[in-house]
């Protein structure tokens, strides 16, 4: 029996635009560092028109705000459209392109991710969570001396390897960065395991790309048959 677990909860994202309509209006100090019509002026711009270094540009404005009261407020706000950016940018453009962009900058993977964890707490529940209860039920009833492989294309923290530790489960963890010693950087589209060599395929909030089809093509590929 093949088991195939693909869960994608994130579609909506796709069809995000970048704006920053929810922001108060600036003060009326003319010396306030914090120039809200410059950063209207940088986001009124289509999401695809918007270059890196306009963002970056927006981050600098960020940067100089004080840390007092509701000027954090519009750090918070700036960090969150920038998540929105990069997550565009994910579902618009295939697996190998967003690979090439984060290892070309490794600190623009760091804001995803801090901002993808910043979303994920708003959640009422976790859908990995939702993925390794089924998996450890199915790592309990299997026979002792039979080994399960999992393939995690998309792991983040490689969460899911961290649950399933244990000498009878073998979990490969794929992610275009590597956070730590249990991911392999791979695109999704071409992962490093043999034909039929795993009985599990996850994708928990990673079907992103516009050649997401070859994602799953490569899922099955690894799967194995009966």
Same mark, same amino acid.
């Given at each position: 029996?093949?088991?195939?677990?693909?869960?994608?909860?994130?579609?909506?994202?796709?069809?995000?635009?970048?704006?920053?309509?929810?922001?108060?209006?600036?003060? #009326? !100090?003319?010396? @306030?560092?914090?120039?809200?019509?410059?950063?209207? &002026?940088?986001?009124? *711009? %289509?999401?695809?028109?918007?270059?890196?270094?306009?963002?970056?540009?927006?981050?600098?404005?960020?940067?100089?705000?004080?840390?007092?009261?509701?000027?954090?407020?519009?750090?918070?706000?700036?960090?969150?459209?920038?998540?929105?950016?990069?997550?565009?940018?994910?579902?618009?453009?295939?697996?190998?392109?967003?690979?090439?962009?984060?290892? #070309? !900058?490794?600190? @623009?993977?760091?804001?995803?991710?801090?901002?993808? &964890?910043?979303?994920? *707490? %708003?959640?009422?529940?976790?859908?990995?969570?939702?993925?390794?209860?089924?998996?450890?039920?199915?790592?309990?009833?299997?026979?002792?001396?039979?080994?399960?492989?999992?393939?995690?294309?998309?792991?983040?923290?490689?969460?899911?390897?961290?649950?399933?530790?244990?000498?009878?489960?073998?979990?490969?963890?794929?992610?275009?960065?590597?956070?730590? !010693?249990?991911?392999?950087?791979?695109?999704?589209?071409?992962?490093?395991?043999?034909?039929?060599?795993?009985?599990?395929?996850?994708?928990?909030?990673?079907?992103?790309?516009?050649?997401?089809?070859?994602?799953?093509?490569?899922?099955?590929?690894?799967?194995?048959?009966?």
């Amino acid at each position: 029996m093949i088991y195939s677990i693909f869960h994608n909860y994130w579609d909506s994202f796709s069809k995000t635009l970048f704006s920053l309509a929810g922001i108060p209006k600036a003060a #009326k !100090d003319e010396s @306030a560092k914090f120039n809200i019509a410059k950063i209207k &002026q940088l986001f009124s *711009k %289509k999401t695809e028109d918007l270059t890196e270094n306009e963002i970056r540009k927006v981050e600098f404005m960020a940067n100089d705000i004080e840390d007092t009261g509701s000027k954090n407020d519009h750090k918070d706000k700036l960090k969150s459209a920038h998540f929105r950016h990069l997550n565009e940018q994910l579902y618009t453009q295939t697996g190998s392109q967003s690979l090439k962009m984060f290892q #070309k !900058d490794q600190e @623009a993977f760091k804001i995803y991710h801090e901002g993808f &964890q910043s979303q994920a *707490k %708003k959640w009422p529940s976790d859908p990995l969570d939702k993925i390794i209860e089924p998996i450890m039920k199915i790592v309990e009833n299997k026979k002792k001396d039979k080994n399960l492989t999992i393939a995690d294309f998309g792991c983040g923290e490689a969460r899911l390897a961290k649950s399933l530790a244990r000498p009878d489960v073998t979990v490969h963890s794929f992610d275009l960065v590597k956070i730590n !010693d249990l991911i392999t950087v791979c695109d999704f589209s071409s992962v490093p395991l043999e034909d039929e060599s795993c009985n599990i395929a996850v994708f928990c909030l990673s079907l992103m790309g516009t050649n997401l089809r070859d994602f799953v093509k490569e899922a099955n590929r690894v799967l194995k048959v009966g």
